[in-house]
């Protein structure tokens, strides 16, 4: 006999909030769960396990809409996967810009608090650094953020 689950204890079991599981629920991503008696979701085991890639996929940083997308490949075995290899790189080359942009602001601030190493507030070199953060404006228009 399966064993099955109320939403609590596929809580617990997941580490995944009663509210996401709904919402997933709502999105698709999730297949809409048998009903008890009383009205309350019951949960298999494939349903946890889906859960689990689900929450995996969000850790990797993986979108709602590439983790359906990539749980539509699943659900068809027989399908190419090269779609998967898609998306796994898309997200790659989007985590790679994003660690560059921030290994480039760590190396601004890096910068900033070497030049304030004491002193008085009305001479410090980080506030005054900040204060003189305005936005630029070019031919573009204006809202560009200036670099620290």
Request: charged residues 25%; proline residues 3%.
């Amino acid at each position: 006999m399966k064993r099955h689950y109320r939403i609590g204890e596929v809580a617990s079991r997941t580490g995944c909030s009663p509210e996401s599981i709904r919402h997933y629920e709502k999105l698709g991503l999730l297949t809409p769960p048998q009903r008890g008696e009383q009205g309350y979701r019951s949960y298999d085991q494939a349903a946890l396990e889906r859960i689990g890639f689900i929450r995996h996929g969000r850790s990797l940083g993986l979108d709602l809409h590439s983790i359906q997308e990539l749980l539509a490949l699943s659900d068809n075995p027989d399908t190419d996967c090269t779609a998967a290899d898609d998306i796994a790189s898309r997200h790659l080359e989007h985590l790679e810009e994003r660690i560059a942009a921030l290994q480039a602001l760590a190396g601004e601030l890096r910068q900033v608090v070497h030049q304030c190493r004491g002193g008085k507030a009305a001479n410090c070199q980080i506030i005054q650094t900040l204060y003189d953060h305005q936005p630029a404006c070019s031919e573009r228009g204006c809202g560009e953020v200036k670099a620290l």
